[in-house]
């Protein structure tokens, strides 16, 4: 390490990479996104296999024969769901108490910040039922969960029937180590956060619910089900939750293999694997594949009821019945053989599923992709930014003195920029009150919008938003007068601003890759290039194009192609708005942070580029 | 050991055994079988207990099972040779959903005035046979060859279910102040079996599945919140007595790495704060004593009341670990001690049944029963290392030290000093000799 020591060898290295500092940049934008191109390459990517040993080697026999009981159950539970016009909590109650279960309901209310249009709800009151099959002399220490969402609609009925069937038949087997807690949840993840808040003692999201009255121990693992015909063409598995958490991999295994056990065709983002992979189409399928994990685990939304049990350190995955035109059928006894199958090897676990990864992309559900190998994709981009930093910090020693012998000019940059880092804190601050404003406004202010303007309250905090967005477009104009006191000034701010992207975007792509590298893909660009000399009008509609509402409306689009079912601009237009209000929503009813931390910390980030842009 | 006689052969005030088995069908249809054995000897084995020498131990993770049943059934006079102790076949006891045995040792008295030291071991099983599992879902069951107690009081007329043969012989007698009846088939007297030799009991359900029925003292605790830093313990103490109020004696041990916050304890019952009338706590010592809390909390009528005390789990050192870390660690079960208030006192029906002035001198027996609950352990996570990783740690590690700490302390201590161009090999020479001739240098 002579080579940072040395005055000479360090003013070479700086030289070298100051004056390639541009093609590199380049150059590692291009490995970045090619390698994660790379990623979905099969020879590229390692066969998932079994880690944990208590369900590898353990043989189970799936004997469920219930399957045309449990749908006869599911047709007696839709006519009572009709009869009634919401969940049958007494019918539930008697049924699961005739399966022999120690049965408890649990009610909840919620008052959404603005009304969901999606799902056309504003108050919401429901109630959980649950029913616990004690395992036989063990103390009630551990505990699994299979649940099934109740909707309004008339879908889902055979999950809850399939429950109850399994119900009955779990309860006459001996051989159960961990109590297991059947769960119909009402209105399904607002019903979910209630019983697990409710389970845990915890209240993150003020909603009310009333406390549990029985208890299985600690849940070492969940199942959520969703079946909405009598027979299904394959099982799909939903992996994403809250947040971009993911269950261990081992759960994906276990479901994998009694796929194949049970010879029921599975898929992972509802897409097929292919054996060809060294063809083009195969290829484009595995990157498919990815890709909608990718945009999925960026969402920070919970993509199944599974999603909520993640916080609380859960392993769970929801197994959702594909009904589609393909000819292979499976009827309701595989499917509930399969969960029996799971249940069993669950039962088995002496730990907490651990020994697989908890960080993966799984291209198909045979392969995967491990954080070792997909985070160099993100480093490659994140280098950028650190290039761009020490660039920047050399022309800003360079300026001043021309002398520089190591110890001599280290006091002086500091100097001649102190009263620019003054200037500086002005448009920092003005950013991040409009992402605060951004955060918060919208929300508070519906009312006064919608008395004003003729909108519903979605449209009214949507708007808002946007409003609020736009706006902060046109705050350079306002900061100019602060500048004027240093010419050199931006060199200031530009690397306080990549710096802050960089450690940013470091730390996002740490918790959730996915929504990091999506980020980082727009914003790095931007950030990289960006200076008040180059030429303003071509910039700003290239920085407008790639700032973080415009990646949003990317992605709503990207997301819509990859899952084949294209729309038009308008179309795609709403769905925008309304993945806006979603993400409001997801943060104000269950804490999912893509929403804070896009309006505080990356959209203020984005403000401070533009502000330089403007900067004279 | 002294010798020991079966019942039938008793000698007053010496060595005697005795055994019974008690049924009682349950509500929810499962049938609760409770055998007990009494063994008492005159013999001194110690005068008295000094208290310091008590102790008090759980093992929260072990399970009953056939191990500790065989050992149990030896310390039978007879084993499982004879009497009722032929009926606890390990195979069937652990086909059911519940199963509980007890030893207790304790001095007693023989006579009036104890004159003759005694000890009394009692041994115990319970065991709860599932409708579900053991009878395939059909309530009704029977029985063959064995001394029986069946409890009736739910059923006196035979509304609930009925018992096939019929006995005359009726009992009562106050269990957990509850009074009950008991038909009694005493298989010592030929009478019963009858002209085949053989009894064959059946019981036959009439009604439906009942509700359950909740006992008036239970207890459960949890563990709240989530992640691996902080938590909860919530323990909840349910009377279900509708009008008395009952003081309960709160037992808590928890290991010394869920660190207790006392200053967050807190006990509510009614939504009120409700304060303990005695708190002895003891802190805990790292990996030399467990925490120590006892308490008397005074229970209101019909209520639940929560005591909940906040804990931060510990970072264990890593040798400390057992070899499956992630199943969790345990924290025993906490004891709630009380004299629960009977139910025979509780009987508003009474006087239909019994002279009027039965109530008015109540005994003092009947009027409340002590009664010790034990809530579930708990399983609660400590942040675990991956013990996979301390090779790629050490790695890292290793080349963290070496290529940065390295460099940087030597960039720290390097003493930069303006360096002197070299002298001509004249000049060095000319110092050497003005050095050896003692001049200033040049």
């Known amino acids: 390490m002579g080579l940072l020591s040395d005055p000479n060898r360090r003013r070479a290295l700086t030289n070298l990479l100051t004056r390639l500092n541009t093609p590199i940049c380049v150059l590692c934008y291009l490995a970045g996104v090619a390698w994660f191109m790379g990623l979905a390459f099969e020879p590229f990517t390692l066969r998932t296999y079994m880690s944990e040993n208590a369900m590898g080697s353990t043989m189970v026999e799936e004997r469920f024969p219930a399957g045309e009981r449990a749908l006869v159950t599911a047709r007696e539970f839709g006519a009572h769901k009709r009869k009634s016009g919401a969940m049958p909590v007494d019918w539930l109650v008697k049924t699961m108490q005739s399966r022999g279960l120690e049965v408890y309901t649990q009610s909840f209310s919620r008052r959404l910040p603005f009304p969901d249009e999606n799902k056309e709800r504003y108050m919401v009151r429901g109630t959980n039922v649950y029913g616990i099959l004690r395992a036989p002399r063990a103390p009630r220490t551990e505990a699994l969960v299979l649940s099934a969402p109740c909707s309004p609609d008339n879908s889902n009925n055979q999950a809850v029937g399939l429950l109850l069937g399994l119900a009955q038949y779990f309860r006459s087997q001996i051989y159960w180590a961990k109590d297991i807690i059947f769960l119909v949840n009402e209105h399904d993840l607002i019903g979910m956060q209630a019983w697990l808040e409710a389970y845990h003692h915890t209240n993150i999201t003020g909603m009310d619910w009333a406390p549990l009255h029985g208890r299985g121990g600690s849940i070492q693992a969940a199942l959520s089900l969703e079946l909405s015909s009598d027979v299904v063409t394959s099982l799909d598995l939903v992996l994403e939750g809250l947040n971009g958490q993911l269950p261990n991999l081992d759960l994906a295994n276990l479901f994998y293999t009694f796929c194949q056990k049970q010879d029921i065709l599975c898929t992972i983002q509802e897409k097929l694997q292919r054996s060809d992979w060294d063809s083009v189409s195969g290829y484009s399928q595995a990157v498919q594949t990815m890709a909608l994990m990718v945009l999925k685990q960026a969402s920070g939304r919970p993509w199944g009821d599974h999603g909520l049990f993640l916080r609380y350190h859960i392993e769970s995955a929801t197994i959702r019945g594909i009904n589609s035109f393909r000819q292979y059928k499976t009827d309701t006894t595989t499917v509930g053989r399969l969960l029996e199958g799971m249940f069993r090897k669950l039962n088995n676990l002496l730990e907490r599923l651990h020994q697989s990864y908890f960080f993966y992309l799984l291209p198909s559900l045979s392969r995967f992709v491990s954080i070792g190998y997909y985070m160099p994709a993100f480093g490659f981009l994140a280098v950028i930014l650190l290039l761009r930093a020490l660039d920047l910090w050399v022309q800003l020693g360079a300026l001043p003195s021309v002398t520089e012998d190591g110890v001599g000019s280290r006091a002086l940059p500091l100097q001649s920029s102190s009263p620019s880092l003054v200037s500086i804190l002005t448009p920092v601050v003005i950013s991040h009150l409009t992402g605060a404003a951004l955060y918060t406004l919208p929300v508070l202010s519906q009312e006064l919008a919608v008395q004003h303007f003729p909108v519903s309250e979605t449209e009214a905090v949507v708007l808002t938003a946007i409003a609020i967005y736009t706006a902060g477009l046109a705050l350079p104009h306002n900061t100019h007068r602060y500048s004027s006191i240093a010419k050199q000034g931006w060199r200031v701010l530009k690397l306080v601003a990549v710096l802050y992207l960089a450690v940013l975007l470091s730390c996002t792509a740490l918790i959730n890759f996915s929504l990091g590298f999506i980020l980082a893909l727009t914003l790095v660009p931007v950030a990289a290039f960006v200076t008040p000399h180059v030429p303003k009008v071509l910039s700003a509609v290239v920085m407008v194009l790639l700032a973080p509402g415009c990646t949003l409306l990317y992605c709503v689009f990207a997301f819509q192609e990859l899952q084949e079912a294209p729309v038009s601009l308008i179309d795609g237009w709403m769905l925008f708005l309304s993945v806006i209000s979603q993400g409001m929503l997801d943060h104000a009813l269950y804490g999912s942070l893509v929403y804070p931390l896009l309006a505080l910390f990356i959209y203020p980030c984005w403000l401070i580029l533009w502000n330089i842009l403007f900067w004279k | 050991m002294p010798t020991l006689t079966l019942a039938s ?143 009736v009081t739910d059923s006196p007329q035979g509304e609930l279910f009925e018992l096939s043969p019929p006995t005359p012989l009726l009992s009562q007698a106050v269990v957990l102040g509850d009074r009950r009846t008991y038909s009694v088939y005493d298989l010592t007297d030929p009478g019963t079996f009858g002209k085949v030799r053989s009894l064959n009991l059946l019981v036959r359900w009439k009604a439906d599945n009942g509700d359950m029925l909740r006992p008036l003292l239970h207890g459960e605790r949890y563990v709240a919140g989530f992640g691996l830093q902080t938590g909860e313990i919530h323990t909840l103490i349910y009377n279900n007595h509708p009008y008395r109020a009952f003081p309960v004696l709160l037992l808590e041990t928890v290991p010394w790495y869920l660190r207790l916050y006392i200053h967050t304890l807190t006990v509510t019952s009614k939504n009120r ?111 675990t290392p991956d013990f996979s990783m301390p090779y790629n740690v050490i790695c890292l590690t290793c080349t963290v030290v070496a290529v940065g700490y390295g460099s940087f302390y030597n960039l720290l201590t390097r003493t930069f000093q303006v360096e002197e161009p070299s002298q001509s090999l004249a000049k060095r020479l000319a110092n050497v000799i003005r050095r050896w001739r003692g001049v200033p240098q040049l």
Not at chain 2, 302 to 324: H, M
Not at chain 2, 329 to 339: D, I, N, P, Q
Request: charge should be neutral; glycine fraction near 4%; aromatic fraction near 12%.
């Open chain 2, 9 to 151: 052969a008793r000698s007053p005030f010496r060595d005697e055994f005795a055994e019974e088995l008690a049924i009682r069908p349950l509500h929810s249809g499962d049938i609760h079988a409770s055998f007990q054995f009494r063994t008492v000897w005159g013999v001194d084995l110690l005068q008295a207990t000094d208290p310091r020498f008590l102790r008090y131990a759980i093992l929260p993770r072990e399970i009953v099972c056939t191990e500790n049943l065989t050992p149990w059934k030896k310390l039978l006079p007879c084993g499982s040779k004879a009497g009722l102790a032929v009926l606890l076949k390990s195979e069937k006891l652990f086909h059911s959903s519940y199963f509980s045995q007890a030893v207790h040792i304790r001095p007693v008295c023989q006579g009036m005035h104890c004159t003759v030291p005694s000890w009394e071991m009692r041994q115990t099983l319970n065991v709860v046979f599932d409708l579900y599992t053991s009878g395939q879902g059909k309530r009704e069951w029977s029985m063959f060859k064995i001394k029986i107690y069946v409890d």
């Open chain 2, 273 to 383: 704060e409700n304060k303990p009338s005695y708190i002895h706590y003891q802190p805990s010592k790292d990996r030399l004593r467990p925490h120590l809390l006892e308490m008397l909390v005074q229970l209101p009528p019909n209520s639940v009341t929560e005591v909940t005390v906040q804990f931060e789990r510990a970072l264990l050192k890593w040798t400390e670990y057992p070899p499956d870390p992630n199943h969790g660690f345990y924290v025993g079960s906490s004891v709630l001690s009380a004299l629960v208030p009977s139910l025979v006192a509780m009987d508003t029906n009474i006087t239909q049944e019994h002279p009027l002035f039965s109530s008015f001198f109540l005994c003092k027996e009947e009027s409340s029963y002590f009664m010790r609950v034990y809530t579930e352990p708990l399983l609660v996570n400590l942040p």
